[in-house]
């Protein structure tokens, strides 16, 4: 059986990939892929802490709630489809969770200034997922100015090469062909709603928002493959990969991602699902 602890996992992300102390961390987490953490969730906490005792670690709290008609709460609605280590952390002292009923995330900053974390809770808009002043917004943009990545960890994702919510915020900057705005809303206050950024799920959902017919072209529902944009980040040497226990983490500069992107789905705007 391997066996792997706190402080193995704090030297592979240290050694392997130099991550500043200041940085912000976008983290996906699995756990079956780091095999047995002698030191449980606990240690992976620990040792997430002390890779950035001046900077931020963010994870997603995805609760979909009003996607499926579900009253929000912020301290009591669950995040057990981002995994067992995001449901942890929610709940851990000192992370904050902002206020989005579909796609919240859990924030701990461990700065004096707190700085980030205030920006994120009191600057980010509910009312959209991945539009202006939502969490992404915010923190693509900041990645300008302070070290920022996405990582993969544990296997998170492991079916593809690459892959991130961030991807949603760029296709809607964008607007991409096959996604468009939707609206959902409160549970229990009809005239409150988030808006998210949705694929067409089918060729009725299509044509009542294009009306020229001769445009369509795609096949229900419109799924997204990954591959190209895995190998470009590769190729651009922008995606590093390095093993640790029985998966490899990957990880990413979030303002290299976005670069990126935007270049790439302005020139095709499909190119995601390729």
Not at 97 to 118: A, G, Q, Y
Not at 242 to 267: C, G, M, P, Q, W
Request: proline residues 3%.
């Amino acid at each position: 059986m391997l066996i792997t602890n706190q402080k193995g996992l704090y030297n592979h992300l240290k050694s392997d990939f130099e991550i500043e102390e200041n940085a912000v961390l976008w983290l996906h987490v699995g756990i079956q892929g780091l095999a047995y953490f002698k030191d449980g969730l606990d240690g992976i906490m620990n040792a997430l802490k002390l890779l950035v005792p001046n900077g931020c670690l963010l994870l997603p709290a995805f609760s979909y709630s009003w996607c499926n008609n579900l009253i929000f709460d912020i301290n009591n609605s669950d995040c057990n489809e981002c995994g067992n280590f995001a449901e942890y952390f929610r709940k851990q002292k000192n992370v904050k969770r902002n206020f989005n009923p579909n796609f919240s995330i859990s924030i701990l900053d461990n700065s004096k200034s707190k700085t980030f974390e205030k920006k994120l809770i009191n600057e980010s808009d509910y009312k959209t997922c991945f539009g202006k002043h939502s969490v992404f917004d915010i923190i693509i943009k900041n990645s300008f100015k302070i070290p920022s990545y996405i990582i993969l960890l544990g296997g998170a994702h492991d079916d593809v090469l690459f892959r991130s919510t961030f991807f949603h915020y760029v296709e809607e900057e964008i607007s991409v062909p096959y996604r468009y705005k939707k609206k959902f809303f409160n549970p229990i206050n009809k005239y409150d709603y988030t808006e998210q950024y949705v694929k067409y799920n089918s060729l009725k959902e299509y044509l009542e928002r294009n009306n020229n017919i001769n445009k369509y072209k795609y096949k229900f529902p419109i799924k997204e493959k990954y591959e190209t944009v895995g190998k470009d980040l590769l190729s651009n040497s922008i995606l590093q990969i390095k093993k640790f226990a029985y998966s490899n983490t990957r990880i990413v500069k979030i303002n290299d991602l976005y670069t990126l992107l935007n270049e790439k789905i302005k020139h095709n705007s499909e190119y995601l699902l390729k």
